[in-house]
């Protein structure tokens, strides 16, 4: 339990100076965030699907991804559909359920629980992870914005996002078999890598934004069932019709049983889509995964 903790702590403490940084310094957080989905993301995107040769296993773990995702989208829509929530509390709902911290909180517990390919796989379920956020998590905040936004308008702003075109270079560029020397794949990781830490420090400042507020329980608790318990048993029934080897199953229920991805608190901020409401939620989920994620790597074990 301490190793793990171990784990966890490096992300709690890069929380901790975004939050004490925006109280001290009192930064545009907006401009942050914009700074970081258009100029490091797309980077990040294309150096991975640039440098990860493709092969089935990777349309098996897509499959996968997309599966559950349609999988929580449908629950989250009947939910909210009963409590009659409106398009801004809906897209909080779903920006929470359908997307868990895969990338800076699960490859190293995957690589801590399972080893160095596991760490791989991780990798690869993280990328495609960036692919639905930086797509569908983009049109469902962009349509969840407290201005007013038609589907139409949600639609051009994920068409504009250019880490959408960061994905398409990279498998391009892999496919067509581009070669780009060493010192440009190295700069261009050194700009992407540098987009984990900043979504990471984003979310610790916008918790320093919260405003003594409360939030209603109805918004709270279907998020945390469904990312923290649902979404890891859902992923283990689907596992088990997929040929794909043990590992690749542990990897990926592990990181369905992840708390919210910081990632969604960037999209909030940027489409102000009740980013204080998202924030909370993440850092509630992030705070129970202390327990739920050893709960789930027993019973993986």
């Known amino acids: 339990m301490m190793d793990l903790l171990l784990v966890v702590l490096p992300a709690?403490?890069?929380?901790?100076?975004?939050?004490?940084?925006?109280?001290?310094?009192?930064?545009?957080?907006?401009?942050?965030?914009?700074m970081s989905l258009?100029?490091?993301?797309?980077?990040?995107?294309?150096?991975?699907?640039?440098?990860?040769?493709?092969?089935?296993?990777?349309?098996y773990m897509f499959?996968?991804?997309?599966?559950?995702?349609?999988?929580?989208?449908?629950?989250?829509?009947?939910?909210?559909?009963?409590?009659?929530?409106?398009?801004?509390?809906?897209?909080?709902?779903?920006?929470?359920?359908?997307?868990?911290?895969s990338g800076n909180y699960g490859t190293p517990v995957a690589l801590f629980a399972f080893g160095a390919v596991a760490f791989d796989y991780a990798i690869i379920i993280m990328v495609i992870q960036a692919l639905l956020i930086n797509t569908v998590g983009i049109f469902i905040a962009s349509y969840g914005s407290e201005k007013p936004t038609t589907i139409k308008e949600a639609l051009k702003k994920v068409v504009k996002m250019p880490v959408l075109y960061g994905v398409t270079l990279g498998i391009?560029?892999?496919?067509?078999?581009?070669?780009?020397?060493?010192?440009?794949?190295?700069?261009?990781g050194l700009l992407g890598s540098a987009a984990i830490?900043?979504?990471?420090?984003?979310?610790?400042?916008?918790?320093?934004?919260?405003?003594?507020?409360?939030?209603?329980?109805?918004?709270?608790?279907?998020?945390?069932?469904?990312?923290?318990?649902?979404?890891?048993?859902?992923?283990?029934?689907?596992?088990?019709?997929?040929?794909?080897?043990?590992?690749?199953?542990?990897?990926?229920?592990?990181?369905?049983?992840m708390p919210v991805a910081a990632n969604t608190t960037m999209l909030a901020v940027q489409f102000n889509t009740k980013p204080n409401l998202l924030s909370f939620i993440t850092l509630i989920t992030t705070v129970i995964s202390l327990i739920s994620i050893p709960l789930t790597l027993y019973f993986l074990g």
């Open 197 to 257: 830490p900043t979504v990471m420090l984003l979310l610790g400042m916008q918790l320093a934004e919260i405003q003594s507020q409360k939030f209603e329980i109805k918004y709270l608790s279907p998020v945390i069932v469904v990312r923290m318990i649902a979404s890891p048993l859902i992923a283990a029934l689907l596992v088990s019709f997929m040929p794909v080897n043990d590992m690749i199953k542990n990897v990926f229920v592990l990181l369905a049983a």
């Open 38 to 59: 258009y100029l490091m993301l797309p980077f990040l995107t294309f150096e991975t699907f640039y440098t990860n040769k493709l092969n089935i296993e990777h349309f």
């Open 12 to 34: 709690f403490i890069i929380f901790s100076i975004g939050y004490i940084g925006q109280k001290k310094l009192k930064l545009n957080i907006k401009s942050i965030s914009t």
């Open 63 to 101: 499959l996968l991804s997309i599966t559950l995702t349609i999988v929580l989208v449908c629950i989250t829509l009947v939910y909210g559909k009963i409590i009659k929530a409106d398009k801004s509390h809906m897209s909080v709902m779903l920006l929470g359920n359908i997307f868990p911290n």
């Open 172 to 188: 391009l560029f892999q496919l067509i078999n581009i070669q780009l020397p060493p010192t440009i794949i190295d700069g261009l």
